[in-house]
C-alpha cells in the first residue's frame, strides 16, 4: 500500500478507530454538578455567564475548527461515567468540566483511563488559588492536560488544543 493510501485510510477509520466517512472531529463536552446554576449564583467566583451560553459559544467554536460538539451536564456521577464509556463509539475526545468530582471521583478518572480517548480537563476559577482540598485533580493524571482560571475562556482554550492534539496524533 501506498504512504497516499495509508493517510486515506487514517480519514476513513478516524482516529480511534471510530469509523467514519469523513475527517469532522467530534468532542463530547461534560459538565459536572452544579454547573447548571452558572450565571444564577456565585457570579463573584464563576462570572455571569449561563451553561446554555457555555454550550452555544462552544458549538460556534467547534463548527469554526471544522468540528463538533455535543454537550450535557449531570449532577450525578454514574451519568457522567456511563457517558465516558459510551463516548467511544461516537466522539474522538472529551472535554470535561467535572465540577466537585474533579477532586473525589476515582470512578470517572478510571472511566477516562479505560476508554482511553483523549481528554482536556477545565475550569473556570483557577483551582490552585482556592481552598487545598480543590488543588488535587483526579482528572488530571488520565488526562491530556489541564485549563484552569480563564472562566469561560478555559473551555474555549480546552477545545482548540483537544481539537489540535486529535489532528495531530497519529
Ligand atoms: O472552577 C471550576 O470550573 C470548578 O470545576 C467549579 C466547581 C468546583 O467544585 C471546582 O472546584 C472548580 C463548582 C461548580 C459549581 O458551580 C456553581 C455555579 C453557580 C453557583 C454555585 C455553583
Not at 486515506?8 to 475527517?23: A, E, P
Not at 455535543?70 to 449532577?75: F, G, L, P, T
Not at 463516548?87 to 472535554?95: V, Y
Request: hydrophobic letters at 45%.
Amino acid at each position: 500500500m501506498t504512504a497516499a493510501l495509508v493517510v486515506i485510510d487514517k480519514y476513513r477509520t478516524g482516529l480511534n478507530g471510530v469509523s467514519s466517512h469523513s475527517s469532522l472531529i467530534k468532542v463530547l463536552v461534560l459538565h459536572g454538578p452544579n454547573l447548571n446554576l452558572l450565571g444564577a449564583r456565585e457570579p463573584g467566583i464563576y462570572g455571569s455567564v449561563t451553561l446554555a451560553e457555555i454550550d452555544s459559544m462552544l458549538v460556534a467554536e467547534a463548527n469554526q475548527l471544522q468540528a463538533e460538539v455535543e454537550a450535557m451536564q449531570s449532577n450525578h456521577e454514574g451519568v457522567l461515567v456511563d457517558a465516558i464509556q459510551a463516548a467511544k463509539t461516537k466522539f474522538q475526545g472529551i472535554l470535561i468540566n467535572a465540577g466537585a468530582y474533579t477532586h473525589t471521583s476515582v470512578a470517572l478518572r478510571d472511566a477516562i483511563a479505560a476508554v482511553k480517548m483523549p481528554t482536556v480537563e477545565v475550569h473556570l476559577s483557577n483551582i490552585y488559588q482556592r481552598e487545598s482540598f480543590r488543588h488535587h485533580s483526579y482528572i488530571a493524571s488520565v488526562a491530556i492536560g489541564q485549563i484552569s482560571g480563564f472562566g469561560v475562556q478555559s473551555y474555549r482554550l480546552g477545545l482548540h488544543a483537544l481539537i489540535h492534539h486529535i489532528r495531530h496524533s497519529n
